[in-house]
Structures are given as structure tokens and as C-alpha cells.
T-cell receptor, first 114, second 110 residues
Framework: ETGVTQSPTHLIKTRGQQVTLRCSSQ?????VSWYQQALGQGPQFIFQYYREEENGRGNFPPRFSGLQFPNYSSELNVNALELDDSALYLC?????????????FGPGTRLTVT | QKEVEQDPGPLSVPEGAIVSLNCTYSNSAFQYFMWYRQYSRKGPELLMYTYSSGNKEDGRFTAQVDKSSKYISLFIRDSQPSDSATYLC??????????FGTGTSLTVIP
């Protein structure tokens, strides 16, 4: 069974640029959630995708957007990057249904905005 | 007021000690209570989960939920140096959007 994978591992961008982060969910999982984890903080929920539809969104501006594909992999897009967007971006997958609360995290993408 | 409060520590204990980690929360609608372990520069790893209230035990780990006090705990018995990590609590009403604490940094000294 393959776990959750994310790419790239690290990324450095300039303020105002756009970035796309990718996530492959664990085999058998149809739900993907994205979180932002600033240094020294806990993860903050950005949004969740279930069967290609957004299924909940946290308190993040519209310049944070996402997609889920038919194979349940997912992308997180951030436009007009700001310095405060520097963080570890985590993807978590789950099977949905009765055990949908069991979220399994990938290793994360560390984004630095300069 | 934050949804979830967690003492960031750091907490340092000798090998073999019993560790107690705690979180408090403000939203009485939370029903799903999770504990994650996060090693440096890694993603969180699911350790324990509890639905509603009560206790749950898994090996050296015990999770407790007291909904009347809005307080959850994780106990680690016979702590090992490999338990050194940051421990995150997380909670949710519906099981999809989770609110995390800031994490408690634990070091177990051999």
C-alpha cells in the first residue's frame, strides 16, 4: 500500500508569484485535505476535496484554490504569493465514509516566499 | 479565543517516565478527537483517535476525553527516546475539518 506523497519537497518563490503543489492520495482513499503549517504552529485547514468536489473550506482567501482529479490526486494553487505564505503545506488523505476522520498525512512541501 | 489550546512545552522527561499531554477546547460540538505525532521535518502521523467521550488504550498510549470539561489527554507509559517528537491534538465536529493545537515538544532523555 502506497502512502501519501507530495511534490515538490521544497520550493522557493518570490512575492507575487504563483505556485502549484501536488499530492497523491493513499491507495483506496477518495478524500484529500490540505493544511498549512507555519513554523512552531499546528496545521491549519485550508480545504478538503471529496470525489473531485470541494467539501469544506477553512479561513483562507480565494487566492488559495485546489483541484482533485479522477484518480483522487490533488493540487493546491496559491496566487499572488505573500511572505506570510511561507510554511509547510501538508496533504492528508482519507477513505471517506465511516472512517473519513482517519487522515493520513504526506511529508509536506516546504514553501519559502522571499 | 483559539478553538484548541495546547501547551507548547518543551517537555523533557527521563526514559521510562509516564508522560501526560493535554489540550483544551472551546467548541462543545467537537466529536472527533485525534492525537498525532510529528517528527522534525515530517508530516504528522496518526497515533490515536476517539469518538465522543471516554478512554482508549493502544499499547503504551492512552487517550482520554472529558467533554464536560472540554479537556483531552494523551498518556505515554514507559516513555522511550524514540517517543521524542512534537505531539499534536486535533478535533472536529464532522470528521472532515480538523482544528489542531500548536503541538507539545517532547524529549525523552536516555
Amino acid at each position: 500500500e502506497t502512502g501519501v506523497t507530495q511534490s515538490p519537497t521544497h520550493l522557493i518563490k518570490t512575492r507575487g508569484q504563483q505556485v502549484t503543489l501536488r499530492c497523491s492520495s493513499q491507495s483506496g482513499h477518495n478524500t484529500v485535505s490540505w493544511y498549512q503549517q507555519a513554523l512552531g504552529q499546528g496545521p491549519q485547514f485550508i480545504f478538503q476535496y471529496y470525489r473531485e468536489e470541494e467539501n469544506g473550506r477553512g479561513n483562507f482567501p480565494p487566492r488559495f484554490s485546489g483541484l482533485q482529479f479522477p484518480n483522487y490526486s490533488s493540487e493546491l494553487n496559491v496566487n499572488a504569493l505573500e511572505l506570510d505564505d511561507s510554511a509547510l503545506y501538508l496533504c492528508a488523505s482519507s477513505s471517506g465514509g465511516e472512517r473519513g476522520y482517519e487522515q493520513y498525512f504526506g511529508p509536506g512541501t516546504r514553501l519559502t516566499v522571499t | 479565543q483559539k478553538e484548541v489550546e495546547q501547551d507548547p512545552g518543551p517537555l523533557s522527561v527521563p526514559e521510562g517516565a509516564i508522560v501526560s499531554l493535554n489540550c483544551t477546547y472551546s467548541n462543545s460540538a467537537f466529536q472527533y478527537f485525534m492525537w498525532y505525532r510529528q517528527y522534525s521535518r515530517k508530516g504528522p502521523e496518526l497515533l490515536m483517535y476517539t469518538y465522543s467521550s471516554g478512554n482508549k488504550e493502544d499499547g503504551r498510549f492512552t487517550a482520554q476525553v472529558d467533554k464536560s470539561s472540554k479537556y483531552i489527554s494523551l498518556f505515554i507509559r514507559d516513555s522511550q527516546p524514540s517517543d521524542s517528537a512534537t505531539y499534536l491534538c486535533a478535533m472536529s465536529e464532522t470528521g472532515n475539518q480538523f482544528y489542531f493545537g500548536t503541538g507539545t515538544s517532547l524529549t525523552v532523555i536516555p
